[in-house]
């Protein structure tokens, strides 16, 4: 009689486990609102990233005080974070492209949830600036990847209600920072800043395990460009700090005007190698998309509109004698306004309004409203409708921006777009923490005199996203996608 021997499945290799992107239940892939789930989940790395760059400034005092450092030595934790973060979205979103963008954007919540932890055990202030670095990179990888993720995992008719609660996410956890940050920091110390992320992201890292789609559409890439990498690394970072050295950093003035020679030069020999590299980092045939070109620059000037007042409400407030927790309710009503018009603007404005018309008429409205800066006294009875007004405008702009950009991007390279949007916010960001603090280090007057040429940059700011919005193509690329 013969034995009859039954053939074992082969066990997958720990690196297949470690690589494949694993599908989500039948249950949930199945739901007709199952993409929700999708969404919520993205919502987590969006609400954490938010957060996190609005509740370190809450630490800087704490922080000088333990290692004996000067605030100028200080600033290097959150400009190191910003500077690694900006130069490696875009690289994040090509490696997420040919590998799977639910698998990078897991592994960055990884990365980014050990690198909290090891933040608040960090012994010395550049162990801290380095750990920083390392939570960066985590919070690139899941940057790239957020807006992709929302725009394949929504329906294209429901993809701009998805992107607009996604920067609901965000508005959320930019006005819930400085609370947050003020509270954690009062009662237990600067560490808990960074070990609140830790609960946080082991949630989100089993809700996007069953909860996030598998990529469909892959690129391929045949080599990374790593000398593309180097340029941009190099470009963006002497860019960054000559604006910080011209802001008031401890860096002669020769040193500041270097570092802008430095930043064009490097940047010229970037777009040159960007033509003749055979897998170049940057894709600029999407740059020569209008809808893409002209979709960038308005996401450049909205978050610099977005994150100027950060700086100047404060800084006016405090020369009134007010306290941080004044100046902290002020501002929740940018993001308040940001959230109601990024998650309700969908149902209030016509359904069959182009995004081209929502992003001018939101940066329309914006512009309004930081223009009243000029001719209002800055106190907070006005400070507070001209805040809510521009987080309206802005909430409009935003998601309306976003869906014309990503619509405009083939679904293969939409990792890629979605790196490119989010380089573009951090450079916003940026510039608008920059270039207010420079108009009031400059000025050196009065509260009234610095909110009027800090107001004439954000007015400048909004007038280019008017001007981008008007120039983007006329239709509604992303509901044709």
């Given amino acids: 009689m013969a034995t009859r021997i039954r053939s074992r499945p082969p066990k997958r290799q720990w690196s297949t486990l470690l690589t494949a992107e694993r599908p989500r239940p039948e249950g949930i892939r199945s739901r007709p609102n199952g993409w929700w789930l999708a969404v919520g989940t993205v ?27 000067s605030l100028a030595a200080v ?120 070990w609140v992320n830790v609960p946080v992201g082991l949630v989100a890292l089993v809700g996007g395990h069953y909860l996030l789609p598998r990529t469909r559409a892959r690129a391929t890439v045949v080599r990374f460009d790593w000398m593309g990498l180097v340029l941009l690394v190099v470009a963006a970072t002497s860019a960054l700090l000559g604006v910080s050295a011209a802001s008031g950093l401890a860096v002669p003035g020769w040193g500041a005007a270097l570092l802008f020679v430095v930043a064009a030069c490097v940047g010229s020999g970037l777009m040159w190698w960007q033509q003749r590299a055979a897998a170049p980092l940057l894709d600029l045939a999407l740059l020569r998309v209008r809808a893409v070109a002209f979709g960038l620059v308005g996401a450049l000037s909205g978050y610099l509109v977005l994150f100027g007042p950060l700086v100047l ?45 929502r992003c001018v008429s939101g940066a329309g409205v914006f512009m309004s409203a930081v223009a009243a800066l000029l001719f209002v006294p800055p106190t907070i ?61 400059q000025v050196g007057g009065g509260a009234q005199t610095g909110v009027r040429w800090a107001g004439g940059v954000l007015v400048a700011a909004s007038a280019v996203a008017v001007a981008s919005a008007w120039l983007s193509p006329s239709g509604n690329p992303g509901r044709r996608r």
Avoid at 327 to 349: H, K, S, W, Y
């Fill in 43 to 69: 919502c987590f790395g969006a609400f954490m990233g938010q957060l996190d760059a609005s509740i370190v400034t809450l630490t800087y005092g704490s922080l000088r005080a333990e290692f004996h450092a």
């Fill in 75 to 194: 600033e290097w934790v959150s400009l190191a974070y910003l500077l690694a973060l900006v130069a490696l979205l875009v690289p994040a979103g090509r490696l997420a492209d040919a590998h799977g963008r639910k698998l990078l954007y897991l592994y960055g919540f990884a990365v980014f949830t050990l690198a909290s932890a090891a933040c608040g055990f960090a012994p010395s202030l550049w162990a801290l600036v380095g750990f920083r670095v390392v939570q960066a990179a985590g919070a690139a990888m899941m940057q790239a990847n957020s807006v992709a993720l929302v725009t394949t995992s929504a329906p294209r008719e429901r993809m701009r209600s998805a992107l607009g609660v996604q920067a609901a996410a965000q508005a959320l956890g930019l006005a819930l920072g400085p609370t947050v940050g003020g509270a954690l920091v009062s009662a237990l110390g600067w560490r808990w800043v960074f």
């Fill in 313 to 357: 409400v404060p800084v006016v407030l405090a020369s009134q004698g007010s306290s941080d927790l004044t100046a902290g309710l002020v501002l929740t009503a940018l993001p308040t306004g940001f959230a109601l018009a990024a998650t309700g603007g969908d149902r209030l404005l016509p359904h069959d309004l182009p995004d081209r018309s």
């Fill in 381 to 441: 009875a006005w400070l507070v409708p001209v805040l809510f007004l521009t987080g309206l405008g802005l909430g409009t702009f935003t998601p309306a921006n976003n869906a014309m950009i990503m619509g405009a991007i083939p679904a293969p390279s939409s990792g890629t777009g979605g790196g490119l949007v989010n380089m573009t916010r951090g450079l916003g960001t940026a510039l608008g923490v920059a270039l207010v603090t420079l108009a009031l280090h």
